[in-house]
């Protein structure tokens, strides 16, 4: 194909069968343009056949000039792409020897390929059109943006070299435009669908394509219990049950403003509707977890109960919700109640229920302390900082619980609570003329 080509281009009839003339590939020496073979958009092999020749066209469909000064009743908006480039290929203007002369100068420059001031012509010109269509005298950015072709800041800065380009007078469009999604109508989206309702429509096997008995729309995902589509399923769980009788849904803006079908309670105000799905999976769920057979429930130490072997205690969260029946902060018996009041006793109501904050951590890792162990025998030291690691109480809380166990002799302390480091900081502390380095 390529030497085809050379020889026809050389003015030389092609023969077959004939012999090849060798090449030698030099860059810059205008081989490019029968070395590449033409690829049509989207086909993975190159297309082998004649090259054809397009004629210029000139489409008077496409933006018919008008006179100039002439005033426009209602504002067009246009949207000018490839094809229609193609459709006015045969039409000229005084001003394109101009323009063309500055892209080939711009590109010499830049050392750019001759390819580049073919497309930044094609852009021109269809602004060119778009100027006539509007009986102006000069070329707006806004006629640029109205081109859906590429190297508008380039074609800009050619038509302001060439005296040609009016400032812009209102701001560029958005590059992604935001909308509404089209199966729950939220605003703010920049895509055809929000994240929520692409899963749904994704997810052929769970929701199935269907009409919506509430609002009477077609081809939407449907749920399969329920039967409404997402707009309305979401609506009618955040509003409430009789809202499902009346075919209007309130209009919402996309995200977290949107109506959610797993909101949580006091999110922006949100209050969970004694009919919801959430609500209602809440009441079905079993109030009580009930232990796994052949596991033994560890009961709290009796008083004077003695230990055959000490080991170390794991407090994992599982275990802990099965040594533990009562809620956080239940009643105690009454020596262990005495003792969780005299703790408590020095902080506000508000700051116990926070669990997050110092004084509800340490109100949780007391009343579980006391609840499994009892306020008879003295707790070991490690089994307050494990249950306070367990439960992701902070260091300030660990440190108040062991101070307040101490306090009554109801603390084991640990033989070796430093590190070696720590020790050996403190020795050189106290005997500075003992040890030497």
């Known amino acids: 194909m390529i030497a085809v080509r050379e020889e026809t281009r050389a003015g030389i009839d092609a023969v077959f069968p004939g012999p090849t003339q060798l090449h030698v590939f030099v860059l810059g020496l205008g081989q490019q343009g029968a070395r590449n073979l033409p690829r049509p958009r989207g086909a993975a092999a190159p297309y082998l056949g004649p090259r054809e020749v397009r004629q210029l066209v000139d489409d008077p469909r496409i933006c018919p000039a008008v006179m100039r000064g002439q005033l426009m009743l209602f504002p067009v908006r246009r949207r000018l792409e490839r094809s229609d480039a193609r459709r006015i290929s045969g039409r000229t203007w005084p001003e394109e020897e101009v323009l063309q002369a500055l892209a080939g100068q711009r590109a010499a420059n830049a050392g750019l390929s001759g390819t580049w001031p073919k497309m930044v012509l094609r852009l021109i010109r269809c602004a060119l059109a778009i100027r006539d269509a509007e009986g102006e005298e000069l070329i707006a950015q806004e006629m640029l943006d109205q081109v859906q072709l590429p190297l508008k800041a380039a074609a800009a800065e050619l038509l302001a070299q060439a005296g040609m380009l009016r400032p812009r007078t209102t701001p560029p469009s958005a590059a992604w435009p935001v909308r509404s999604c089209a199966d729950c109508a939220c605003w703010g989206v920049t895509a055809t669908r929000c994240r929520g309702c692409r899963e749904w429509r994704n997810n052929r096997e769970r929701y199935r394509v269907d009409r919506c008995p509430r609002c009477r729309r077609d081809d939407l995902p449907v749920h399969a219990e329920e039967g409404l589509c997402r707009a309305c399923l979401a609506y009618v769980r955040e509003v409430g049950a009789e809202s499902a009788a009346v075919p209007f849904t309130q209009l919402a803006f996309a995200g977290p403003l949107a109506h959610q079908l797993n909101r949580r309670a006091g999110e922006l105000g949100f209050v969970v509707h004694n009919r919801s799905g959430p609500a209602s999976r809440s009441r079905a769920r079993p109030r009580t977890t009930p232990s796994p057979e052949g596991q033994t429930v560890a009961m709290p130490v009796g ?135």
Request: aromatic share 6%.
């Open 303 to 437: 008083p004077g109960q003695l230990y055959l072997f000490s080991m170390p205690r794991t407090w994992q969260r599982k275990q802990r919700a099965r040594v533990i029946a009562l809620p956080p902060l239940s009643p105690l018996p009454a020596p262990a109640q005495e003792l969780l009041d005299t703790f408590t006793s020095a902080y506000p109501r508000s700051w116990l229920a926070d669990k997050r904050n110092v004084p509800g951590g340490a109100a949780v890792v007391l009343h579980t302390l006391l609840a499994r162990l009892g306020p008879h025998v003295p707790i070991p030291e490690r089994d307050v900082r494990s249950l306070a690691g367990t439960v992701a109480a902070g260091t300030a809380a660990t440190r108040r619980v062991i101070s307040f166990l101490l306090a009554h002799a109801l603390l084991e302390a640990d033989e070796l609570s430093e590190t070696p480091a720590q020790l050996l900081t403190a020795f050189s502390t106290k005997h500075p003329h003992t040890y030497r380095t």
